[in-house]
């Protein structure tokens, strides 16, 4: 059993639709991460979220602790939004982090 | 971002010999990490360590060890490289504890034939 679930696992959306990916979690956490992979690229870190929610640009991440559950959404997708996204979390206790396998989202023009 | 950086970022090897992959960062972070990415499993982890010298296994450490004799480096070796072994391989570091973001590497591409 993963500790840390994604759905949906593929998604393809129309340009300027509203998206949203939900990751379910089953460990305690300190904090949940939201990642983005470019096709053939390197991963990076969209948000840190320990609580309540964070915006950055058309991306919003909420997280609701007592459901062990966090999504990611964009506004008025776009095809460079186009790109793997990828839950995580920090168990409260112990260094490791814990991965869901991902959210690969295709943006149509 | 932080300046992690993977050598080599890419690897052709056969089956039964020894591959080292070097991880090196310049943020003076305390926690590195190595993980696998294949189709259908996300990020695995295979070592990690929390300082100099000290390091611990992962869900999939099999097969692998590792090195940490600088803050700055850490390396994964492959002692005898196996086809199952084939995998993209990423490092991961994370400042001390309470700062919780994780930063990556570029990843390593690693055939094994």
């Known amino acids: 059993k993963n500790e840390v679930e994604q759905s949906p696992q593929n998604l393809t959306a129309q340009e300027g639709e509203f998206i949203t990916i939900n990751c379910s979690y089953s460990?305690?956490?300190?904090?949940l991460h939201w990642l983005q992979q470019h096709p053939g690229g390197g991963i990076v870190s969209l948000f840190m979220?320990?609580?309540g929610k964070k915006k950055h640009g058309r991306l919003i991440a909420t997280i609701n602790i007592q459901e062990k559950h966090s999504s990611l959404h964009i506004t008025a997708s776009h095809p460079r939004d186009s790109a793997v996204y990828i839950c995580?979390?920090?168990?409260?206790?112990?260094?490791?982090?814990?991965f869901g396998t991902g959210t690969s989202l295709t943006v149509i023009p | 971002d932080a300046g992690i950086t993977q050598s080599p970022r890419h690897k052709v090897t056969e089956t039964g010999t020894p591959v080292t992959l070097r991880c090196h960062q310049t943020?003076?972070?305390?926690?590195m990490y190595w993980y696998r990415q294949d189709p259908g499993h996300g990020l695995r982890l295979i070592h990690y360590s929390y300082g100099v010298k000290d390091t611990d296994k992962g869900e999939v450490s099999d097969g692998y060890s590792v090195s940490r004799s600088k803050t700055e480096d850490f390396l994964l070796t492959l002692e005898s490289a196996t086809s199952s072994q084939t995998s993209v391989y990423f490092c991961a570091t994370r400042g001390a504890r309470g700062q919780e973001t994780q930063y990556f590497g570029p990843g390593t591409r690693l055939l094994v034939l």
């Open positions: 995580a979390v920090n168990r409260a206790t112990g260094n490791q982090f814990y």
């Open positions: 460990v305690g956490i300190s904090a």
């Open positions: 979220l320990s609580s």
């Open positions: 943020e003076n972070h305390r926690y």
